[in-house]
């Protein structure tokens, strides 16, 4: 496993990461089972687990708890905020009022009394960013977080925090976590440079694209189909388009004697970029067959044939960045007299 510094935050991280969304009802129910996958994760040398207050209603955060309880000091520790946790509108978002108390109701279900990376979840447009910068720093003052990043925010939206972060001198977003994969490689043409200008630390998560490129064969029967069944309609020309490329990088995975999902995460992986690629396994099975993919640089000839099946900057289906369509282009009623 190879250690990056995470950005400004002077983390040291593995560069491949635990996602733990899947632990919970959303995915692995069985608490036991997940904290073992758990361990396993951190016994092979991944250091930084992520998860969210709205994984499984809290029950991620949770399970994450138990099982770092006596390892706490091996694990950098994140967690994100911002998405509903309740029909109340003040349960969400990015306000003062939600940000001071998700961070108590986190800290209490992961059973520790600071996070070492607190993250915005989604971009909230209706809470000014300053508001948000400021309620941030108080709790990095405070010592119950020790930085603070971004997720699935455009790259105007970052410049936009790095710049009130200036204006009012408070803290600043020193990450940004965002989708990438081979089959959605927007972030390459605009996220990444400003990252890059601004040394911001980047987190990758879905390198497999939902399933996609897991190398599974019948997808219309996988957890992801059931939760987005419009995304696996082998009938839709995305889904047409996306299988036809999973059929070329299969024969290339084979090619180079690899499986499709450690292609698909070395080449997440080999962006100058990104720090670390979060891996979400449901399975110890799945954990295990992803683990050999932290060891696995791809040639330039390997990466520049990716190139050729899905072009750098662009992406097959559109719909896969999900809550990253701005209020302006969303509601109508922004766009109409």
């Known amino acids: 496993m190879q250690r990056r510094i995470l950005g400004a935050t002077g983390l040291s991280v593995g560069d491949v990461a635990l996602g733990a969304m899947m632990f919970g009802t959303m995915g692995n129910p069985d608490h036991e089972d997940s904290v073992r996958i758990i361990h396993r994760a951190l016994d092979a040398g991944i250091n930084l687990i992520d998860t969210a207050d709205m994984y499984s209603g ?33 349960q969400r978002g990015a306000s003062r009022r939600w940000i001071v108390r998700s961070v108590e109701n986190s800290l209490r279900r992961l059973g520790t009394d600071h996070l070492d990376l607190y993250q915005l979840h989604r971009p909230d447009h209706g809470t000014d960013v300053g508001e948000t910068l400021a309620a941030l720093s108080d709790l ?60 911001i630390g980047v987190l990758t998560f879905s390198p497999l694209n939902g399933g996609w490129l897991s190398g599974r064969a019948n997808l219309a029967s996988s957890h992801r189909a059931s939760v987005r069944p419009s995304s696996y309609d ?25 499986t499709l999902p450690q292609l698909a995460i070395a080449f997440v992986r080999a962006h100058p970029a990104v720090t670390s690629v979060l891996i979400g396994p449901r399975t110890q099975e799945q954990l295990d067959s992803l683990l050999p993919a932290t060891e696995l640089d791809l040639s330039p000839d390997l990466l520049d044939r990716i190139d050729e099946i899905v072009p750098p ?6 719909a896969d960045n999900y809550h990253a369509t701005p209020p302006a282009i969303e509601h109508a009623r922004l766009r109409r007299r």
């Open 140 to 199: 990095v003052q405070a010592g119950k977080i020790l930085a603070f990043g971004s997720s699935m925010f455009p790259a105007e939206t970052i410049v936009e925090g790095q710049w009130a972060a200036e204006r009012r001198s408070t803290h600043r977003f020193l990450t940004e976590q965002t989708m990438y994969s081979i089959f959605t490689r927007r972030p390459e043409a605009s996220v990444f440079p400003v990252t890059q200008r601004y040394g």
């Open 58 to 90: 809290g029950e991620s955060e949770e399970i994450v708890g138990t099982a770092i309880r006596t390892r706490r000091d091996e694990v950098v520790l994140a967690s994100k905020f911002g998405l509903p946790m309740g029909a109340d509108p003040n």
């Open 313 to 318: 900057g662009t992406e097959l289906d559109p």
């Open 234 to 258: 082998p009938a839709t020309p995305t889904s047409q388009a996306k299988a036809a490329a999973v059929a070329k990088l299969t024969a290339l995975a084979d090619e180079a004697g690899l």
